[in-house]
């Protein structure tokens, strides 16, 4: 008897996740307020300048209704949508904030705000450069900040300080306060992480390569 091949561990995610999705579909409303829509069997939702088609029938999450999303960017649609309580807190918190993640934030500091001043934000000039290209919102700040709407409920912003010969150069990530309610704690990481891959010139879609973005 052949045996089924192993599924990997995105791919069992992704399924746990549309199989939670499915059997508690949230409702027209709850969709809106997520800033998503259901068209079909296909949720739309926006995610940057993109719009990621998760399709319940097919068990599959598109990138402009045309390639397979990565793995990464398609669980975390997913479990966004899966959130269970969806009450808006728009206060601005640092990754520190959230008590769940308490245990992530050595791991932050590293994947997160060291690589981004290693890398888009290694200069301010680039910083500028990128949160203009890739349609993030400037913000008044001390520094140069950028908000990225990685999801509707999910903004992200990204500030860079300038330093000086004794002082290197600094970061802050502020999320909304109900992110906390809109994505598991790993996942909170995660958005954070992806922005930054799209920054770096990552392909949202699984086929991978830089990022292709919509003229």
């Not at 000039?125 to 990225?148: D, H, K, M, N, Y």
């Not at 990481?189 to 770096?200: G, M, P, R, T, W």
Request: hydrophobic letters at 40%; charged letters at 25%; glycine letters at 6%.
């Amino acid at each position: 008897m052949t045996e089924k091949p192993q599924q990997r561990p995105y791919d069992q995610a992704l399924q746990q996740g549309l199989d939670t999705l499915r059997s508690r579909l949230p409702s027209p409303e709850r969709l809106q307020s997520l800033g998503a829509i259901l068209a079909g069997n296909t949720i739309r939702l926006p995610a940057l300048d993109r719009i990621l088609s998760i399709d319940l029938e097919q068990s599959r999450v598109l990138v402009d209704d045309s390639v397979r999303a990565r793995p990464v960017w398609a669980i975390l649609a997913v479990h966004y949508l899966c959130a269970e309580n969806v009450t808006p807190d728009a206060s601005e918190v640092s990754f520190s904030y959230f008590q769940d993640c308490r245990s992530y934030l050595s791991v932050f500091g590293k994947r997160i705000t060291a690589r981004f001043l290693a890398t888009s934000g290694r200069s301010s000039q680039e910083f500028l450069r990128l949160g203009e290209q890739f349609t993030g919102t400037r913000i008044p700040s001390e520094g140069i900040g950028f908000c990225f709407n990685v999801l509707p409920r999910v903004p992200i912003t990204l500030i860079r300080y300038e330093g000086d010969d004794e002082i290197p150069a600094g970061a802050s990530i502020i999320y909304r306060a109900d992110a906390e309610r809109l994505l598991p704690a790993e996942d909170r990481v995660v958005a954070a992480e992806v922005l930054l891959d799209i920054l770096s010139g990552k392909s949202m879609t699984e086929s991978g390569g830089v990022y292709d973005r919509r003229n």
